[in-house]
């Protein structure tokens, strides 16, 4: 096939940058894309410099971030202030008194081991003059044990956990209790997982450990931390009973809070170094040997446990000596249980924890009131000692209310409750009536109010006796009535709340403006802060609370006196000011101006505003912060805006600090940087506006909140619209804490696709299509993390019915297939979109630019909304390709996942794969959190209600959990089977044929243990054989009790995709243990490894995945050992699939992998590249760093497939295979490696050392793994030590360029055909193979697809850019010899260009050219293979190879085909319902005869008009129309008799590896040979080949043999069958022994193919029709003298009205002008007059419809007038309407032959004028047997009799015309 253009449309490259340009954007091209603000083009330049110059490293002002903590929190002096949260109070204490610490990243307890870890690699001493030993365990349990092992052998330990991981150690605890070694545990206590995941705080975790033998001291505020922390230690190290040291999680752990710091010269006072001693004279050695930890049995275990008694009897004497010495040393002192309140109280609150702060500050508040009430503080739960408890409280007591933070389902009351009930009772106390209830559990908020509640409940006649607090329990009404708020603050508390995006640096500031308040005033200052579920860009909430006095409120802000709205939206979204005081400041940060807010503030927020008398400012902070260069973090310009309008303190002052501290922070990024910060200060002081709070406003109507919506949500048709409604809306308003019980289902379980509701509008900017410029590649999609960037496809009747933007921004879908009958559109969610710009960046052709996100949501709002109502089309289009897979729905939508997060596009993919039968077990880690957090749901379910099943367990047993679902799934199955089984067997049991088919089928796949076969598009046959059998099911399931059973359980029909997701620090630490079990299994489950190389949902700590020199938490010096190879470990297993995937990079190799993955009949691991926000890079860059990684052999792509083994194929395949890149540059672009460098530049070379030689060794490693690159190369060596060039010169170099991998397949395909022949070969990818090796090669032969409009193939760009050298010499290839061949479709402009490309190159550069380049055109009926097949015969000759390889074997079957009985009359599918890939059936109306039915006459030229109208098929004027034939059923008989079939015999075929042709799954042998496969078409030499194959007569099989080895009796042969016209069903008659199989057969002959015809008419004319006018193909045999009809046109011929036909609209290349004024010149012969028709029908049409049209000049020919002058009446009436001239020309009509090239030159001015002076274009129509080039040398003549000039200068007037789209020629062959 001719090439159709070589101009690219996008540049050189067909405009997709190469990647050494996209590792480092141009910042040229992001700002005109609206990407890449100045602090990200600052920081790309840095990086830049350190790429060049890694010494620069060390310059202090080049540094990146921060770091984490100060170390000067350990330096401080002895009473000096600090402001700390508890977290640090605690850690700053256990690294005082310490020797060693096993730590385990877990929240909210994190942040300890994390300060530790830090304080140790800065060489800070402890207590003891040593740094602290450090070391981060795989899990809680190994630390645990670590800690053991560290306290037998002498050292004082320490560890810091929570929740679920203090439940790990519990194991451990016992044993280091019964042994009595002395440790304190500091516990940030926090819930434990039940129905869901809560990370906050409350006291489940710790109440499952006080069997253990450990203390339990409990701290209430961030001060006692501090101090408890201390006597825990002290008191531990003369005990040496173990100590739990635990305080409220989040709550305590991370309040901010000013204190005096102890030092260490006091702490280190305290010690009893006696203690100290004893401790070490204990431990295991050698020198003094003791035995611990023996087995004991009964008759002494019993005795053993009371032997520890006594350290108990002693502990509590052993705290208050503590405490009192403590307090004699500091002057603090805490009671181990506290007394607060009346000391004649009557009714007192027992409480334990933060919440004790509360009770006391609302009990003084009440005292204040004349109320006698008190608190019982209990800071020593364990031991309990009731004597100092009842010494405690006051002898006056009558009621005691207890307050338990922890629930214990069935029990008779809480543990503090029956505590302090037996208590009573053994104390006999038995008048004291005592209460319990249950308060902020998962740090639900505990307030005065509360407080008040509880002692309300007490002073009533018949009190609650069990009760919860805080909540509304409306379904078993235990809750206690809650008054108005509160305030119990000290006089002169300042209150502030400010409104924040995550990430925009609100917290931040925050933290800072209260330790600069702290420690640079006599303030006292409290911080909280409240942050939502989102890993960035969700809602923060800022507490501040500044006063003169110590605050002791340990809740949120509730009445503020200052607030700030960081994000214009939260004003409209939120009721905000509903917590502001009467006279407070609010202030906005908004784009608007102040005459906009009467528009733009909601009523609620302008009543409340005028009602409080509020002051209100705006500031536009944004437009500050980019003006000054700081892009969307407002945090410094909002923090200047608090001190101005505060008042906490003078302005003056707060800036001066202000400034100092912003050069304290960021002075190591640089002066510049500094410098933007403060102008940026500067800029806001002046940028706030007073606005007038207008007194109207308190007029405006709000309406009522309404009634709550119904409960049981999960009962309603649409779960998930329910659940918004309730749950969803209330939360996402922050309104939450309101809902009453009754709104939540028991158990936890949620709906899916919530998250579709939210709709956060967190983007600054969000992307636009320019769809002129979109190649339909789909990237974008692929790549956007949050699904907010998505193709469509429409009908033209669903366009019609679009808004404006969705009509104007559509374009024909291009690809072929099933594409072809609809628009295409990529659409992008502007209110979903977080701006990560990855969609932007990724865009071959610039085709998506980032705009204002208001503009955007204004402009798209509705098209998204459209686009979405569409059906789904994903099950028409092949999902076994990247663009495909695209098409399909996304089942993970609009996630709480980081901008540009890389976890979500794997996931995502996984769903779009798999998601209507995927079941995920999810470890906890991000993949958790941004997949499931309350009230946003990503995983969402298509139209059928069918999507994902997830659910989560624990982080450290996700495979066992996965394992137990998977076995669980498999039991149900074999019960269904079995249940199948006896309903078949039961002659009772009546079902219809149809159903006790499918049943049968079924059984037998199960019983075999089939695989689940991918169908073609990648359906699951399990899965389809669940949709016929559901309806059948449901219909059939009353005749009998065993098919309702069977319909009960229909769900086990399908096959589960079981998926174990997770992050590296489950699959490579925590839960190893677990999936190492599990790939050890033969269960067919897959694994899917989200790798950040590190713990991202906790911060950013170290995991054994961290790389070798990479700086993390826990691993601040840069991680010693190298990165474990998981998946060369489970290789070794020899059963496991193991994939190394990266979908940044190589998509289809993600894509096959998971299609792999889910196919293989065992386990399978796969490894996802997933880059993340924590390894010190913009996320932005994603892609470029990815493939930087990959190419510097950082990341090797490859794939491991056991089952090839079994095939005698290498199972390894590497997908990467050439390190290219440079891993400096890769090292240096990462915060995580460049953060070493600066700390310590020698220790960072020789780690980076370190990790590039453990990089190069595995790329060596995998290179012998994938041994076909290396055989090659063995090959050389041994002829190059030889000397026998020769030998080496024959070897033949295989390479290819390839996206999809098709390319590559037949690369290897021709590899083992080139080696079939004897000759030798090698195969690999362009970049692969070095460019300097080309010259030396002999023979190269190049296979190399084009991607979309011209693009180069992702694996040949590096080395076409290096044959572009301009240094390059045009002899370069002088001694190579080459082919090439292109594979591409043709609906694209720029069809197999970079084939072309590379040919000419090679040309170009010396290179002796084998043969003509050879194109495979996907359009073609046999795809690619039709090209492939002709081209390779060729290639043999050439090569002088023989034609015939060396050792021939029937090929493995490409196609598993069952068969039964069956009857022709009666198919298993209907015939109208075999409908092709891409085709529609329409309607078949008029088949009319236009010319006369005469023996003298000897043409048949028709007319037939196709009714569109209800279809989805539309046309454009110049379309074509593609027909499927089917081959008439008398002849199909005859070919099934023939070959020995039962026509009437039913099939059910599955397509195996290899197949290439389309077949329905059912149908019955005779529609197999009408309806599918071309009997009657011409074969090809492959088939020959094939056919020989089955000859079982020797002379036959020799006489194929011959044609294929094109001997001279097989050329003359071959030559007389080509006269004949045989078809495949000649040949079966010919050669009467080869009777292939069906199996074989479907791949040998190719499908039947469509034939286009040019459509005849307009659709502005017949918009609801078709039109075509076609003539009859027929021939008669030469040898027979038989006719025979063509099969497309006697197929046509013979169809009456009514008949459906298969048809496809095809674009031609027939292109209108787009000025309806241009003329129209138009040349048709014969039927070649359809096209002209639609193109007068369509000018005729514009001009009655009354718009101006140019002239159109028709040039018809044809032989007689009086029988072919086509549509005559019709003419004639255009041209009396003065639109056409028409010139015919009859050829036999006259003597002399008058053709209507002759026309046009007798018009040749006429046609001049409007050619070159009236911008006119001109078509020709007809057979490409001689009319182009007649037509094309009559215009010729005209330009040269017209214009005077030469012949050359004609031709190129000609040639500018066809460049220009003037000159077009559509011609048939």
Same mark, same amino acid.
């Given at each position: ?18 990647? =050494? ?39 202090? #002002? ?28 605690? /850690? ?33 001493? &402890? ?17 645990? $044990? ?42 940030? !206590?926090?819930?434990? /997982? ?8 409350? +006291? ?74 004893? +401790? ?290 939260? !004003? ?119 606005? =007038?709070?207008?007194?109207?406003? /308190? ?7 309404? =009634? ?154 509705? #098209? ?32 709480? /996942? ?16 798999? $998601? ?34 997830? !659910? #989560? ?192 990079? #190589? ?53 491991? &497939? ?40 020698? +220790? ?299 026509? $009437? ?325």
């Amino acid at each position: 096939m001719a090439l159709r253009g070589l101009t690219a449309p996008f540049g050189m490259y067909g405009g997709l940058m190469l990647a =050494e340009e996209r590792v480092t954007e141009d910042p040229d091209r992001l700002q005109a894309l609206g990407a890449g603000d100045a602090a990200d083009i600052e920081y790309e330049q840095f990086l830049k410099a350190k790429a060049t110059q890694r010494a620069m490293f060390q310059a202090e #002002n080049k540094t990146i971030v921060a770091q984490c903590h100060d170390t000067e929190l350990i330096e401080v002096g002895s009473g000096k202030q600090a402001c700390v949260d508890g977290n640090q109070a605690a /850690a700053h204490i256990a690294y005082a008194l310490s020797d060693i610490a096993f730590i385990y990243p877990i929240t909210p307890s994190s942040p300890m081991g994390e300060m530790v870890d830090e304080w140790a690699a800065q060489k800070l001493k &402890n207590c003891y003059g040593q740094t602290l030993s450090v070391t981060e365990m795989q899990s809680e349990a190994g630390a645990a $044990g670590a800690l053991h092992g560290a306290l037998k052998s002498g050292a004082f330990g320490t560890t810091f956990t929570a929740s679920q991981g203090l439940l790990l150690m519990i194991p451990n605890m016992f044993k280091i209790a019964g042994e009595l070694l002395p440790c304190v545990m500091h516990v940030a !206590a926090r819930a434990l /997982a039940t129905q869901s995941l809560s990370i906050f705080g409350d +006291h489940s975790d710790v109440m499952a450990c006080r069997s253990t033998g450990w203390a339990m001291f409990a701290s209430e505020s961030v001060e006692m931390t501090q101090y408890h922390a201390l006597i825990a230690h002290l008191v531990t190290m003369e005990t040496r009973v173990p100590i739990q040291h635990f305080f409220d999680g989040f709550r305590t752990s991370h309040e901010v809070n000013k204190i005096k710091l102890l030092d260490y010269d006091t702490i280190k006072s305290m010690i009893d170094w006696e203690t100290v001693k004893a +401790h070490h004279e204990s431990a295991l050695n050698p020198r003094h040997p003791h035995m611990q930890g023996q087995s004991q049995g009964p008759d002494i275990f019993f005795q053993a446990c009371e032997a520890s008694n006594p350290a108990y009897d002693h502990l509590i004497e052993c705290f208050e000596r503590k405490a009192a010495l403590v307090e004699e040393k500091t002057g603090h002192r805490f009671a181990l249980y506290g007394y607060d309140g009346h000391p004649q109280a009557e009714n007192i609150i027992v409480v334990m924890g933060s919440g004790a702060v509360t009770c006391s500050e609302t009990a003084a508040y009440l005292m204040d009131k004349g109320e006698k009430v008190g608190v019982l503080k209990v800071r020593l739960f364990r031991p309990w000692c009731p004597q100092r408890f009842l010494a405690a409280m006051p002898a006056s007591v009558k009621r005691v209310c207890v307050l338990d933070r922890t629930k214990e389902p069935g029990s008779q009351g809480e543990p503090l409750l029956t505590e302090v009930a037996a208590t009573f009772h053994l104390m006999a106390r038995h008048e004291i009536i005592v209460v319990g209830g249950r308060y902020g559990l998962g740090s639900k908020e505990f307030t005065p109010n509360m407080v008040v509640a509880c002692y309300e409940n007490l002073k009533r006649e018949t009190p609650k006796l069990r009760f919860t607090v805080g909540i509304n329990d409306d379904v078993t009404n235990m809750s206690l009535p809650v008054g108005d708020w509160l305030d119990v603050l000290p006089k002169g508390t300042t209150e502030c709340m400010f409104y924040g995006l995550g990430s925009d640096g609100t917290v931040g500031a925050n933290k800072s403006a209260v330790k600069l308040l702290a420690l640079n005033t006599d303030l006292y200052t409290q911080a909280y802060f409240e942050y939502d579920a989102k890993k960035s860009g969700g809602v923060t909430i800022s507490h501040l609370r500044f006063g003169p006095k110590p605050i002791k409120a340990p809740y949120n802000v509730r009445s503020a006196d200052y607030i700030a709205i960081h994000k214009e939206s939260y !004003a409209q979204k939120y009721d905000i000011t509903r917590n502001l005081k009467p006279g407070g400041v609010c202030v906005i940060n908004c784009t608007w101006s102040k005459d906009e807010l009467d528009s733009k503030l909601p009523a609620t927020m302008k009543k409340t505003l005028a009602d409080k008398k509020a002051k209100l400012f705006i500031i536009d902070a944004t437009k500050i912060a980019v003006k000054a260069g700081l892009g969307k973090r407002i945090n410094m310009i909002m923090q200047s805006v608090f001190f101005k309008l505060s008042g906490v303190m003078p302005l003056k002052e707060a800036l001066d600090l202000l400034k100092g501290s912003i050069k304290k922070m960021y002075g190591k990024k640089g002066d510049k940087v500094v410098q933007m910060n403060i102008d940026g200060v500067d800029a806001s002081i002046d940028g706030v506006i007073e606005c =007038e709070v207008k007194p109207e406003w /308190a007029k405006c109507e709000v309406s009522g909140v309404g =009634e709550k919506t119904a409960s049981n949500w999960w009962e309603q048709q649409n779960p998930s619209q329910g659940f918004a409604k309730s749950i969803q809306e209330p939360c996402n308003n922050l309104d939450g804490n309101e809902l009453p019980v009754s709104t939540f289902q028991p158990g936890g379980r949620m709906p899916l696709g919530t998250s579709q509701y939210e709709k956060r509008g967190i983007a600054i900017k969000v992307p636009r299509v320019d769809m002129d410029l979109c190649t339909q590649c789909n990237k974008c999609s692929l790549i956007c993390p949050h699904a907010a960037v998505r193709p469509f496809l429409l009908t033209q009747q669903e366009l019609s019915a679009a808004p404006a933007g969705v009509k104007d921004g559509s374009r024909p879908a291009i690809g072929g297939g099933a594409l072809d009958s609809y628009q295409y559109r990529i659409q992008v969610a502007p209110q979903d979109c977080t701006g990560c710009e990855l969609c932007v960046r990724i865009c071959p052709a610039d085709a998506l630019k980032l705009q204002d996100t208001n503009k955007v949501i204004e402009l798209e709002k509705d #098209n998204w909304d459209y686009m979405l109502s569409l059906p789904d089309r994903g099950d028409e289009i092949d999902k076994t390709t990247v663009k495909g897979s695209q098409f399909q729905k996304p089942y993970l939508e609009f996630s709480g /996942a980081c901008e540009g997060c890389g976890e979500t596009p794997h996931v995502k993919l996984m769903t779009q794969l798999f $998601g209507e039968r995927l079941v995920i077990a999810n470890a906890t880690g991000c993949s958790s959190i941004w997949g499931a957090s309350n009230p946003s749901f990503p995983y969402t379910v298509n139209s059928k209600g069918e999507g994902p099943a997830w !659910a #989560n367990s624990l982080f450290e047993d996700n495979a066992e959990f996965g394992l137990g679902m998977r076995r669980a799934f498999q039991q149900r199955r074999d019960y269904l089977t079995l249940q199948v089984k006896e309903a078949l067997e039961d002659e009772s049991v009546k079902m219809s044929e149809k159903l006790r088919k499918l049943l049968n089928q079924w059984e037998t796949m199960r019983l075999q243990n089939q695989h689940d076969l991918l169908l073609p598009k990648g359906r699951s046959i399990y899965h389809q054989l669940l949709e016929k059998l559901e309806p059948l099911l449901t219909e059939e399931r009353q005749n009998h009790a065993k098919l309702q059973n069977l319909f009960d359980l229909r769900d086990m029909f399908g096959r589960i995709s079981f998926w174990m997701v997770g992050g590296d620090g489950w699959a490579y630490d925590i839960g190893y243990g677990g999936l190492d079990h599990v790939i050890a299994s033969e269960e067919h489950v897959n694994i899917l490894v989200l790798d950040t190389e590190m713990y991202s949902n906790t911060g950013g700590q170290a995991s054994k995945s961290t790389p070798a020199g990479a700086m993390a938490k826990f691993a601040e010096s840069g991680k010693l050992t190298a990165k474990k190879d998981l998946c060369r470990m489970a290789m070794t297993y020899k059963n496991v699939y193991v994939a190394s995937i990266c979908v940044h990079v #190589n998509p289809q190799q993600a894509v096959r992998a998971m299609l792999e993955a889910d196919a293989y009949p065992g386990p399978s691991l796969i490894v996802a590249y997933s880059p993340c926000i924590s390894q010190g890079f913009p996320m932005a860059e994603s892609i470029q760093h990815c493939q930087l990684a990959v190419d510097s052999g950082y990341w090797p792509l490859f794939r491991y &497939n056991p089952e090839l083994a079994s095939a005698g194929n290498n199972p390894f395949q590497l997908d990467s295979k050439k390190v290219k890149g440079d891993l400096y540059k890769l090292l240096s672009q990462e915060n995580r490696f460049a953060a070493v460098m600066r700390r310590d530049p020698k +220790h960072a070379e020789e780690l980076d050392a370190k990790l590039k030689q453990a990089v190069m060794e595995k790329n060596k490693l995998l290179q012998v793994l994938g041994k076909e690159d290396l055989e090659g190369q063995f090959h050389k060596l041994v002829e190059g030590l030889s000397g026998d060039s020769a030998s080496a010169g024959e070897s033949i170099t295989i390479l290819y360029g390839s996206e999809t991998g098709n390319a590559e397949e037949q690369a290897k395909n021709l590899l083992q055909d080139v080696r079939a022949r004897g000759m030798k070969a090698t195969v690999s990818a362009l970049d692969d193979f070095d460019v300097e090796e080309l010259p030396s090669q002999k023979t190269i032969v190049l296979v190399i697809s084009t991607c979309g409009l011209g693009e180069f193939p992702q694996n040949s760009k590096r080395t076409w850019m290096a044959l572009q050298s301009q240094d390059m010499p045009m002899t370069y290839l002088s001694d190579v010899k080459f082919a090439v061949f292109g594979l591409g479709d043709s609906t694209y402009a720029q069809f197999c260009y970079a084939a072309a490309a590379f040919d000419v190159r090679f040309g170009e550069l010396g290179a002796t050219r084998l043969l003509p380049r050879g194109v495979g055109d996907d359009r073609d009926a046999d795809r690619y293979f039709t090209g492939w097949e002709a081209w390779l015969p060729e290639l043999w000759t050439v090569l002088g190879a023989p034609l015939m390889p060396e050792v021939r074997t029937i090929p493995e079957p490409c196609y598993k085909i069952d068969v039964s009985p069956g009857d022709a009359s009666k198919p298993p599918v209907a015939d109208e319902e075999i409908v092709p890939p891409g085709a529609a059936k329409l309607t078949l109306l008029t088949n009319k005869l236009l010319t006369p039915e005469s023996a003298d006459y000897d043409r048949d030229i028709r007319h037939y008009e196709f009714k569109i109208k209800g279809t989805n098929v539309s046309y454009k004027t110049g379309d074509s129309l593609a027909v499927w034939p089917r081959n008439p059923v008398d002849k199909v008989q005859e070919v099934c008799k023939l070959l020995g079939f039962d026509a $009437g015999q039913q099939l059910r075929v599955i397509p195996l590896e290899g197949a290439r042709n389309w077949c329905p799954e059912e149908l019955s042998v005779q529609q197999l040979f009408t309806h599918v496969l071309d009997v009657f078409g011409k074969p090809n030499k492959k088939f020959f080949e094939t056919l020989s194959l089955f000859a079982s007569d020797e002379k036959e099989k020799a006489t194929l043999e011959s044609i294929v080895a094109n001997s001279e009796d097989g050329k003359q042969l071959y030559k007389e069958l080509s006269n004949d016209f045989v078809h495949h069903a000649d040949v079966f008659k010919r050669f009467p022994s080869a009777r292939p199989p069906l199996e074989q057969l479907i791949n040998m002959i190719p499908v039947l193919k469509p034939r286009s015809y040019s459509i005849a008419s307009s659709p502005l004319m017949h918009p609801d029709m078709i039109q075509l006018c076609v003539v009859q193909v027929d021939w008669n045999v030469p040898s027979t003298k038989e006719f025979r009809l063509g099969e497309a046109t006697g197929y046509l011929k013979k169809q009456a009205s009514g008949a459906q036909i298969m048809c496809a609209v095809r674009q031609s290349a027939i292109v209108l002008p787009k000025d309806t004024l241009n003329p129209v010149i138009m040349a048709g012969m014969g039927t070649g007059l359809a096209p002209w028709r639609a193109v007068t029908q369509d000018r005729i049409a514009q001009k009655r419809a009354g718009q101006a049209v140019g002239p159109c000049m028709l040039f018809f020919g044809a032989r007689y007038a009086k029988y072919e002058y086509l549509y005559r009446e019709e003419f004639e009436q255009y041209i009396n309407e003065g639109v056409l001239t028409m010139h015919t020309a009859f050829s036999r009509d006259q003597a002399r032959k008058i053709y209507v090239q002759h026309r046009i030159v007798e018009a040749g001015p006429t046609i001049a004028q409007m050619m070159l002076r009236e911008n006119g274009h001109f078509y020709v129509c007809g057979s490409a047997r001689q009319v182009p080039e007649d037509i094309y040398a009559a215009m010729k003549q005209v330009m040269m009799t017209s214009e005077g000039c030469s012949e050359l200068e004609a031709e190129a007037t000609l040639s500018n015309l066809k460049m220009e789209g003037r000159y077009t020629v559509e011609a048939w062959s």
